[in-house]
């Protein structure tokens, strides 16, 4: 392809990620295009390097020692609308946006759909990686087709939602499909201001309106940053506990017959299909005797002081510590419940 690619200093990872820790890469290359994107990932490709793509840092950990790894970062920016009818918008959206910056930029032009997924950090490149979502939206309910250089072909090709088989917080991204995502097209909805029927009970308990109901955008927006915000899981500098990459673990999804094994006070969602409901993480690690703000002795990594599903980094925390507690909290969920909690960060260099 031909782009000149941007070889920047190699920097310690812990700057780059909304965990803050990770050591100092073999090289760092900064791809502000599709072009460069795809050029640097050929070579690395080509070269047989070890290497990793990273955009948003929001759901990475990097091991302390990764000086064997070559890091390529995702900054192509922007939007293109490139097709609208009266109730509908299709938007094509670079790897390297920030993910609430689309989101807000949504709701201020009045679309609907990725309302509730307000907050979330990253780039929406990655989000099709875990199939982000949260407040009962998904990327997936909007995503028509992606730009993806295949590793089995070297092509770029354009790529329909459904060959990704999505499904909560997966994709066939973490099974085994290999490539990188060049752009995203998202459609969403015109409807007057307002949002998609809500899914999520969170946000009509907290506003005090019905299940279901179809709210202002800005006022689901600032409902769902105040809910997160609540929980540690806004990146602020103000906020230690947001000092993490969210959500450390996926909520199980179990069978309807094992649910009904757990407590009737444990929270618990059905899934669409009735026949199996998902199960509260946050709820497992707490009854599990590990309370917020826990800590294994002498180490910097820690439980959110806010919600049980997020490990923090209390201040120079090693990679190795965060690993340690997360490995402890999945014991003891193990132990008690007989769930084993999935990490749900990608894990680079352990």
């Known amino acids: 392809m031909g782009a000149v690619l941007s070889q920047i200093p190699a920097e310690a990872m812990a700057k780059f ?136 072909t070297f092509e770029v090709e354009v790529k329909p939602a459904d060959f990704f088989e999505f499904s909560y917080r997966d994709s066939a991204l973490k099974h085994g499909l290999r490539g990188v995502i060049g752009w995203v097209e998202f459609e969403l909805k015109k409807l007057g201001g307002l949002s998609v029927p809500m899914a ?48 450390f673990f996926t909520n199980p999804v179990v069978s309807k017959i094992k649910a009904l094994e757990f407590p009737q006070d444990m929270q618990k969602w059905s899934m669409e299909d009735g026949e199996k409901f998902k199960l509260s993480a946050g709820w497992l690690i707490e009854n599990s005797g590990i309370p917020k703000g826990y800590s294994l002795p002498g180490s910097k990594a820690k439980v959110s002081d806010k919600h049980a599903l997020a490990i923090t980094n209390g201040g120079g925390a090693k990679s190795k510590e965060i690993i340690e507690l997360a490995r402890f909290i999945q014991e003891r969920v193990a132990a008690t419940w007989g769930i084993n909690l999935v990490p749900e960060p990608n894990l680079i260099g352990f």
Request: aromatic share 6%; proline share 3%; hydrophobic share 35%.
């Open 17 to 152: 990620t909304t965990m803050r820790v990770g050591g100092k890469p073999k090289s760092l290359t900064k791809c502000e295009s599709t072009a460069e994107l795809y050029e640097a990932v050929l070579n690395a490709w080509r070269e047989e390097s070890n290497y990793q793509i990273l955009a948003g840092g929001s759901n990475t950990v990097f091991a302390d020692d990764i000086s064997h790894l070559d890091v390529i970062l995702v900054a192509n920016l922007g939007k293109e609308i490139v097709n609208e009818t009266d109730s509908s918008v299709t938007v094509r959206v670079q790897a390297g946006e920030g993910w609430d910056e689309f989101v807000a930029w949504a709701v201020e032009h009045g679309y609907a759909g990725i309302e509730a997924m307000s907050g979330i950090p990253g780039s929406v490149g990655a989000t099709p990686v875990q199939n982000v979502g949260g407040y009962g939206q998904e990327v997936s309910e909007t995503i028509t087709q992606i730009e993806f250089l295949d590793f089995e």
């Open 200 to 247: 999520s009970g969170q946000i009509t308990n907290h506003l005090g309106e019905p299940y279901g109901s179809q709210l202002p955008l800005q006022v689901v927006r600032d409902t769902v940053i105040e809910l997160r915000a609540s929980k540690g899981m806004v990146v602020q500098d103000s906020d230690p506990s947001s000092v993490s990459c969210g959500s």
